[in-house]
Nanobody, 121 residues
Framework: QVQLVESGGGLVQAGGSLRLSCAVS????????MGWFRQAPGKEREFVAA?????HYADSVKGRFTISRDSSQNTVYLQMSSLKPEDAAVYYC?????????????????WGQGTQVTVSS
Protein backbone atom coordinates (compact mmCIF):
# COMPACT_ATOMS: atom_id res chain seq x y z
CA GLN A 1 0.00 0.00 0.00
CA VAL A 2 1.15 3.52 -0.78
CA GLN A 3 0.14 6.67 1.06
CA LEU A 4 0.39 10.11 -0.50
CA VAL A 5 0.09 13.35 1.44
CA GLU A 6 0.08 16.67 -0.38
CA SER A 7 0.91 20.05 1.09
CA GLY A 8 1.74 23.56 -0.05
CA GLY A 9 -1.50 24.78 -1.53
CA GLY A 10 -2.93 28.19 -0.75
CA LEU A 11 -3.96 31.57 -2.07
CA VAL A 12 -1.65 33.41 -4.45
CA GLN A 13 -2.00 36.40 -6.74
CA ALA A 14 -1.87 35.95 -10.48
CA GLY A 15 1.74 35.90 -11.58
CA GLY A 16 2.89 34.43 -8.29
CA SER A 17 4.40 31.09 -7.40
CA LEU A 18 3.67 28.12 -5.18
CA ARG A 19 5.42 24.84 -4.53
CA LEU A 20 3.38 21.75 -3.85
CA SER A 21 4.87 18.75 -2.08
CA CYS A 22 3.75 15.15 -1.99
CA ALA A 23 5.22 12.89 0.66
CA VAL A 24 5.13 9.23 -0.33
CA SER A 25 5.23 6.29 2.06
CA UNK A 26 4.85 2.60 1.49
CA UNK A 27 6.46 0.70 -1.35
CA UNK A 28 9.63 1.55 -3.21
CA UNK A 29 9.38 5.14 -4.35
CA UNK A 30 11.55 4.65 -7.42
CA UNK A 31 9.22 1.99 -8.84
CA UNK A 32 6.43 4.50 -9.41
CA UNK A 33 5.55 7.07 -11.95
CA MET A 34 4.51 10.12 -9.94
CA GLY A 35 1.94 12.49 -11.32
CA TRP A 36 0.12 15.68 -10.50
CA PHE A 37 -3.46 16.22 -11.57
CA ARG A 38 -5.92 19.01 -10.90
CA GLN A 39 -9.66 19.40 -10.78
CA ALA A 40 -11.54 22.67 -10.92
CA PRO A 41 -15.22 22.91 -9.88
CA GLY A 42 -17.49 21.43 -12.51
CA LYS A 43 -14.60 20.06 -14.54
CA GLU A 44 -12.99 16.69 -14.95
CA ARG A 45 -9.71 15.85 -13.31
CA GLU A 46 -6.90 16.65 -15.71
CA PHE A 47 -3.25 15.76 -16.10
CA VAL A 48 -0.71 18.40 -15.11
CA ALA A 49 2.70 16.73 -14.95
CA ALA A 50 4.41 13.40 -14.38
CA UNK A 51 7.88 12.10 -13.70
CA UNK A 52 9.78 8.90 -13.66
CA UNK A 53 13.06 8.99 -15.57
CA UNK A 54 11.84 11.97 -17.59
CA UNK A 55 9.30 14.70 -17.09
CA HIS A 56 6.04 15.25 -18.91
CA TYR A 57 3.75 18.26 -18.87
CA ALA A 58 0.35 19.34 -20.06
CA ASP A 59 0.62 22.00 -22.74
CA SER A 60 -1.23 24.44 -20.50
CA VAL A 61 1.53 24.41 -17.88
CA LYS A 62 4.63 23.78 -19.96
CA GLY A 63 7.28 26.38 -19.25
CA ARG A 64 5.57 27.50 -16.04
CA PHE A 65 5.45 24.37 -13.88
CA THR A 66 8.29 22.04 -12.94
CA ILE A 67 7.89 18.56 -11.48
CA SER A 68 10.76 16.98 -9.56
CA ARG A 69 11.38 14.18 -7.13
CA ASP A 70 13.72 13.71 -4.21
CA SER A 71 14.27 10.01 -3.69
CA SER A 72 16.14 10.58 -0.43
CA GLN A 73 13.01 12.23 0.98
CA ASN A 74 10.44 10.11 -0.90
CA THR A 75 8.86 13.36 -2.01
CA VAL A 76 7.68 14.74 -5.33
CA TYR A 77 7.31 18.45 -5.92
CA LEU A 78 5.40 20.69 -8.28
CA GLN A 79 6.90 24.14 -8.59
CA MET A 80 4.30 26.45 -10.09
CA SER A 81 5.24 29.87 -11.44
CA SER A 82 3.47 32.60 -13.40
CA LEU A 83 0.20 31.33 -11.99
CA LYS A 84 -3.00 32.25 -13.76
CA PRO A 85 -6.58 32.32 -12.46
CA GLU A 86 -7.32 29.31 -14.65
CA ASP A 87 -4.73 27.31 -12.68
CA ALA A 88 -6.99 27.43 -9.62
CA ALA A 89 -8.10 23.92 -8.66
CA VAL A 90 -7.62 21.13 -6.18
CA TYR A 91 -4.27 19.56 -7.01
CA TYR A 92 -3.79 15.84 -6.48
CA CYS A 93 -0.65 13.78 -6.28
CA UNK A 94 -0.90 10.29 -7.77
CA UNK A 95 1.28 7.20 -8.11
CA UNK A 96 1.33 4.65 -10.91
CA UNK A 97 3.15 1.34 -10.44
CA UNK A 98 4.66 1.16 -13.91
CA UNK A 99 7.70 2.08 -15.99
CA UNK A 100 5.60 4.10 -18.42
CA UNK A 101 4.01 7.49 -17.90
CA UNK A 102 0.27 7.82 -18.38
CA UNK A 103 -1.93 10.87 -18.74
CA UNK A 104 -5.31 9.48 -17.71
CA UNK A 105 -6.33 9.60 -14.05
CA UNK A 106 -7.69 6.06 -14.36
CA UNK A 107 -4.17 4.77 -15.00
CA UNK A 108 -2.96 5.77 -11.53
CA UNK A 109 -3.19 3.43 -8.59
CA UNK A 110 -2.91 5.69 -5.55
CA TRP A 111 -4.05 9.21 -4.79
CA GLY A 112 -3.54 11.85 -2.16
CA GLN A 113 -6.33 13.83 -0.57
CA GLY A 114 -5.69 16.96 -2.64
CA THR A 115 -4.59 20.48 -1.83
CA GLN A 116 -6.44 23.64 -2.86
CA VAL A 117 -4.74 26.23 -5.03
CA THR A 118 -6.53 29.55 -5.41
CA VAL A 119 -5.26 32.24 -7.77
CA SER A 120 -6.65 35.75 -7.43
CA SER A 121 -6.72 38.07 -10.43
Amino acid sequence: QVQLVESGGGLVQAGGSLRLSCAVSGRTFSSYVMGWFRQAPGKEREFVAAIRRSTHYADSVKGRFTISRDSSQNTVYLQMSSLKPEDAAVYYCAARYSVSVAYSPSAYDYWGQGTQVTVSS
